[in-house]
């Protein structure tokens, strides 16, 4: 698998902790887009630009995304991540301005110059990787593998019942997405849930002095404030940190494939990822019924190592 990617994001707290940890670790990034979801995409480019001036890396062109979704109105979560995205720590403007053209367009164009070279990740609304495929219906010969926060299979979802925001968001493009003749990997609640900071996690974020990490924790302040109506003490999710931690160490998880594909008609169940759960294992080898994809999904993840890896990350200078 390629460790270098393009990321797709709503950055968004727990985005802006993933690009923190994923290149201090080392990985490249050869292009982000924005989309909408956690904030409008033009917030969550000046936010992912803002990141990575803090994160020290430069050269990485950011694309603003799509507006809204494919069929459905624009909902935005500032209720979660503060009015600014960064949980109101009302950062100073970033040095740069996002690159031209659009998001989608930028994924197109990546994939032509770099055939096969970097893996494509998306941390919220699946909107532009659509958009893309509907630009290029050649695109999976150019990007074999894909990697989505998204999505809940046997836990509760996060914005209804049963539907997990990134999906829930868009599920139109979640669903041409999941259709793609690429490998997706979905990275769903029933692991990121899991994946809970600790207070001494904490402790060890807050103490280190290191631009990153300062900044690491001043966002977190927020996410934990908000975090203390659904989980019980300070503690929250590392929902797109895991998903960028897996590309960078895949061992850190095992898997299972299970077809797959987002409701799209019903009223409170829209926008879930429905997997046939029915256990025949000859069934995940073959090619599911029209309309259902097989998808890669985590069974078992090792939080233990996950978390001190991220914690290492956002506290390195
Ligand atoms: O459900 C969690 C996802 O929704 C994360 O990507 C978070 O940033 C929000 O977009
Ligand atoms: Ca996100």
């Not at 949980?87 to 110059?113: C, D, F, W, Y």
């Not at 003749?181 to 002095?209: F, N, R």
Request: glycine share 8%; aromatic share 4%.
């Amino acid at each position: 698998m390629n460790k270098a990617i393009l990321l797709d994001c709503d950055t968004g707290i727990d985005d802006a902790l993933a690009i923190l940890d994923f290149t201090a670790r080392g990985g490249e990034l050869v292009a982000v887009g924005s989309v909408h979801g956690n904030v409008p995409a033009p917030v969550g480019a000046r936010n992912t630009l803002r990141v990575l001036e803090i994160a020290g890396v430069e050269g990485v062109p950011v694309c603003v995304g799509a507006a809204r979704p494919l069929a459905q109105p624009l909902l935005t979560a500032e209720h979660v991540h503060g009015q600014d995205g960064l949980g109101n720590t009302n950062q100073p403007a970033p040095k740069l301005a996002a690159a031209p053209g659009s998001a989608a367009e930028q994924i197109v164009r990546m994939a032509h110059a770099h055939p096969g070279e970097f893996t494509l990740v998306a941390i919220g609304p699946l909107t532009n990787l659509a958009l893309a495929l509907l630009l290029d219906p050649e695109l999976p010969r150019l990007i074999p593998e894909v990697y989505v926060m998204g999505g809940a299979v046997e836990v509760p979802g996060n914005v209804s019942p049963t539907a997990e925001a990134n999906i829930w968001h868009d599920p139109e493009a979640a669903q041409l997405v999941i259709e793609g003749d690429w490998a997706v990997t979905l990275v769903t609640l029933d692991a990121t849930m899991q994946a809970l900071l600790t207070p001494s996690d904490l402790k060890a974020i807050s103490g280190a002095s290191s631009v990153r990490a300062q900044f690491a924790s001043a966002i977190l302040d927020h996410y934990l404030d908000v975090y203390q109506q659904w989980i019980p003490g300070r503690t929250c999710p590392l929902h797109d940190p895991l998903a960028l931690a897996l590309v960078l160490d895949p061992d850190l998880a095992t898997y299972r494939t299970l077809a797959t594909q987002v409701e799209l008609r019903g009223g409170t169940t829209r926008g879930t990822t429905v997997c046939d759960l029915r256990g025949d294992p000859a069934s995940a080898a073959q090619e599911p019924a029209p309309g259902w994809r097989n998808v890669r999904y985590l069974d078992e993840l090792d939080v233990e190592r996950f978390r001190a890896l991220f914690v290492a990350g956002v506290t390195s200078p």
